[in-house]
């Protein structure tokens, strides 16, 4: 994965961090001989954390009257609707390959795009109304 940028809100740096150590640490199950249950214990981690994160960002833009916050809003909603189909079909089919591609390179790629781009932005706008946490 890419590098990406640090924001302007700290509780936001620390999540995208937690994001990429659950990603890195699904990963490397994935390319184990058998990846096991962990998998999915991790997986659940993986969309508990998302979805938190969203709601909080989603929460601080609407306090802080964020204009473009229907664009950032959908994205969210995308990627958790994604994701949740995505766990779904690995409780289904373990299918191994299909997981670690959509980690590896759907999700890395996604990440680094959204915080870069609207992550970025929304931080320096909250920030600059004063609030600094959710
Ligand atoms: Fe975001």
Redesign the pocket.
């Known amino acids: 994965m890419q590098d990406y940028p640090q924001v302007a809100l700290e509780f936001m740096n620390r999540d995208h961090a937690e994001f990429v150590v659950l990603r890195a640490r699904l990963l490397e199950l994935l390319s184990a001989a058998a990846p096991d249950a962990r998998v999915d214990k991790l997986l659940g981690e993986l969309l508990a954390h998302t979805r938190h994160h969203?709601a909080e960002?989603e929460r601080l833009m609407q306090e802080t009257g964020f204009p473009p916050y229907p664009v950032?809003k959908r994205d969210?909603d995308h990627v958790l609707a994604d994701m949740t189909t995505r766990v779904e079909r690995w409780k289904q089919g373990h299918d191994v390959p299909a997981l670690k591609e959509w980690l590896d390179r759907d999700i890395g790629d996604w990440f680094v795009s959204?915080v870069s781009s609207?992550?970025f932005v929304?931080a320096g706008f909250i920030k600059a109304q004063g609030k600094d946490r959710p």
């Open positions: 969203f960002e950032h969210h959204h609207m992550d929304t």
